[in-house]
């Protein structure tokens, strides 16, 4: 499921290149940056009553559903390519709907089933979406090559729909929650740890997504590499990642689950201040994003297994949603700054103010997860 929701996602750099090089030459990249931000940041926004759905229906009916706006977004919008505020509604917001009602329930319902291999139980689970970034990313830009956008997101939206009626049939809540009176408890605001993971959302989210959309732009405009050589780097990311979320929940088995968190954060800010800052190269590039790869993919797969450790698992899908409004609010801040940095700033061929965007929030990030570590144990040595 998360191959589809995330997947997509991650892969919505191969049509941000083509859209900015040859279908809407003339836009902002900031603009269509918009696009693949709003399909990130609607899912997030969503979480909360996502995670309200899968407490008080099937999880079931709520991921069919989900794959059904999905799929049903992305045909639609085949029929829209040729206006940016139409591909705003459906390939960005509509599908971003439709997406929150599959990753949800699915990152949740690891920590639901799992205890001693919950890490690795969920870094399994995210990786699906490194895996779809790994075949969509190629597949994407063949479709676009060969049959144009229009057909190309008609293609995937038919095989998100089938893929995904199929994986909800497997969907099943380990727990039955207790209806309340209160459809969302806000009580967890009032702890320091959860506003410390907040912060770090917000700030994380900020720069994900810089390199996913603005590497392949990179190569092609600053390297003068091909647009194949472009599109290669997010498979790059996506392949490392995928190695990233199921090896960082081995490696947080030994460091902790909050350690490692913290550890991923630093190495993925350095992977960009240090590797993709500093050099315009070919190797360095591709290092970077190996790098950032691996140790991104550990941000997004711990978040929820540190939250299940603290909280428990009872009011998992609610917490996770909650969290995720803070992903919501870094995501409608990261890429389209980035992009509005570029033309703004760098005149949209100098990439260094987006870089240095991306990689000091990420370091901020990592700050905040360090206060969240000492929050719940000041002993350094510590398994947290």
């Keep these: 499921m998360l191959m589809f929701s995330m997947g997509c996602v991650n892969s919505y750099g191969s049509y941000q290149t083509f859209y900015h090089l040859h279908q809407f030459p ?15 940041a609607v899912m997030n926004l969503f979480g909360i009553p996502s995670g309200i759905l899968c407490e008080r229906f099937d999880s079931r009916l709520v991921t069919f559903v989900g794959g059904l706006i ?59 979406s490194g895996i779809g970034g790994l075949w969509l990313t190629p597949a994407t830009d063949h479709m676009i090559s060969g049959l144009g956008t229009a057909w190309a997101l008609r293609i995937t939206g ?3 729909f089938a893929v995904n009626s199929v994986a909800s049939l497997f969907m099943r809540n380990r727990l039955v929650v207790q209806r309340r009176e209160k459809i ?35 190569a092609i405009e600053v390297l003068g590499r091909s647009n ?21 929940g081995q490696v947080a088995k030994s460091l ?66 909650l969290l995720y409004v803070a992903n919501f609010i870094g995501t409608m801040i990261g890429a389209p700054s980035s992009g509005a940095l570029l033309d703004s700033v760098g005149g949209g061929t100098d990439f260094k103010p987006s870089i240095v965007f991306s ?14 570590r000492v929050s719940v144990s000041r002993s350094l040595l510590k398994k947290v």
């Design 26 to 40: 003339h836009e902002p990249t900031s603009t269509l940056a918009w696009i693949g931000t709003l399909q990130f």
């Design 70 to 128: 999905m799929g049903l977004a992305l045909i639609v919008a085949s029929f829209c390519d040729t206006h940016v505020w139409k591909l705003l509604i459906t390939q960005g917001f509509v599908f971003g709907v439709g997406a929150s009602l599959v990753f949800i329930p699915a990152v949740s319902m690891p920590a639901q089933w799992f205890t001693g291999n919950r890490a690795l139980a969920v870094g399994i689970v995210v990786a699906g």
């Design 158 to 160: 038919i095989i998100v």
């Design 184 to 218: 969302v408890d806000l009580s967890v605001l009032k702890d320091w740890r959860f506003l410390f993971i907040f912060g770090g959302g917000i700030c994380g989210t900020t720069a994900y997504f810089t390199p996913l959309f603005l590497l392949p732009s990179f």
């Design 228 to 248: 194949s050589f472009g599109t290669n780097l997010i498979t790059i990311i996506n392949a490392a990642s995928t190695v990233g979320r199921v090896g960082t």
């Design 256 to 321: 902790g689950n909050i350690n490692t968190l913290s550890l991923c954060t630093l190495l993925a800010s350095l992977s960009v201040l240090v590797l993709w800052l500093p050099f315009e190269t070919g190797g360095t590039v591709v290092a970077s994003a190996i790098v950032y790869g691996l140790f991104c993919g550990g941000f997004i797969g711990l978040v929820p297994v540190v939250m299940a450790e603290i909280w428990g698992i009872q009011r998992i899908a609610t917490i996770i949603g």
């Design 359 to 372: 990689g000091v929030f990420m370091a901020i990030a990592f700050l905040f997860f360090v206060l969240l």
